[in-house]
């Protein structure tokens, strides 16, 4: 049974940093692109950022471009979301997920596995 847990949310205040772990268990995915995703209260859920299978080609959202850095260690089958100069409108659940093909980028229905989420607030 494959299982995605995210961990490394919290409260934090404005400009600084968090990073947040998504470990796979079930399977390998090595070659499925991994992303993450966010859902604030009352908005759609929203891509973030997203790294490919295999050569691990990275893509964001223009919203979390230069600040946030996506990653992923394919031994541990873990992808890693490091976020820096946060700011309150990156207040959000926090969802990692895995998709179908060694790509993925913002579409969301590509993606087959979803984790259960992890807060983040960013306080003024």
């Known amino acids: 049974q494959v299982q995605l847990v995210e961990s490394g949310g919290g409260l934090v205040q404005a400009g600084g940093s968090l990073r947040l772990s998504c470990a796979a268990s079930?399977?390998?995915?090595?070659?499925?692109?991994m992303g993450w995703f966010r859902q604030a209260p009352g908005k759609e859920r929203e891509f973030v950022a997203s790294?490919?299978?295999?050569?691990?080609?990275?893509y964001y959202a223009d919203s979390t471009k230069l600040r946030f850095t996506i990653s992923r260690d394919s031994a541990k089958n873990t992808v890693y979301l490091q976020m820096n100069s946060l700011k309150p409108e990156d207040t959000a659940v926090y969802y990692c997920a895995v998709s179908r093909y060694s790509y993925g980028e913002h579409d969301s229905r590509v993606y087959n596995y979803w984790g259960q989420g992890t807060q983040v607030t960013v306080s003024s």
């Open positions: 790294i490919r299978g295999g050569g691990g080609s990275t």
């Open positions: 079930g399977r390998t995915f090595s070659g499925n692109a």
